[in-house]
């Protein structure tokens, strides 16, 4: 907590002067995020950070495996539908990133399973929401035989099934239907900070800028 409040006050005593203009213009003009980014809770991946955006850019939402429920989900596992309806519906974000990343727990906690007699209901519930990944990789991808390579393809297959469900919101199946909205695939190598998005024509996960329009 110390290195919080410490932060804290760097912020506003050094670096906010260089921030004042922009955040008293988004104060008294809203919010108007150009992109919805949908990453994982994991504290190594941070949106702002690898896209380089100022406040006011993104609307993220980060949640454990960067899962998106489809939007038949109600309750308590799917409280990322109202990110992405107000997102979409209300503040007309142009993209929608959905970004998962290597080394993922989600992931291998998908693959491996939960230990039986470990109380997280909530987790383990969530994780169902993406038990569909567990099948694609059980009939698509068991040559691998590496635990790594293993939750690599369960990322980036995570990531697919997230962009297949968002395709199952109202909001987003209007916005698609007139081309005001794009949908993106990516995947973040956190070793080296490599960002590789999904190219639809190959079907790979290609580096940033090297995928086919």
């Known amino acids: ?31 108007k995020p150009h992109t919805l980014f949908i990453t994982c809770s994991d504290s190594r991946v941070l949106a702002e950070l690898i896209t380089q955006s100022k406040p006011g850019d993104l609307f993220v939402v980060k949640n454990v495996g960067n899962i998106v429920p489809p939007a038949t989900a109600t309750g308590s596992t799917n409280s990322t539908a109202a990110a992405i309806e107000f997102a ?43 038990a569909p990944v567990r099948q694609v990789l059980q009939t698509e991808y068991h040559h691998l035989k ?29 916005r698609l239907a007139d081309g005001s909205v794009r949908l993106h695939g990516w995947f973040f190598k956190i070793a080296t900070a490599e960002l590789f998005a999904f190219d639809p024509e190959t079907k790979q ?7 086919k329009p």
């Open 1 to 31: 907590m110390e290195k919080l409040i410490e932060g804290v006050h760097k912020f506003h005593n050094d670096e906010f002067g260089n921030y004042r203009t922009l955040f008293r213009k988004l104060s008294q003009e809203g919010q």
């Open 88 to 130: 979409v519906d209300s503040l007309r974000v142009n993209d929608i990133v959905v970004c998962g990343h290597s080394q993922c727990g989600a992931m291998e906690a998908l693959i491996t399973g939960l230990p039986p007699d470990n109380p997280l209901p909530h987790l383990r519930e969530w994780l169902g929401l993406a």
């Open 205 to 211: 996960f290609l580096p940033l800028g090297g995928e």
């Open 146 to 174: 590496s635990h790594a390579e293993r939750t690599t393809a369960a990322a980036e297959e995570n990531v697919l099934f997230a962009l297949e469900n968002l395709r199952t919101y109202p909001v987003v199946q209007a």
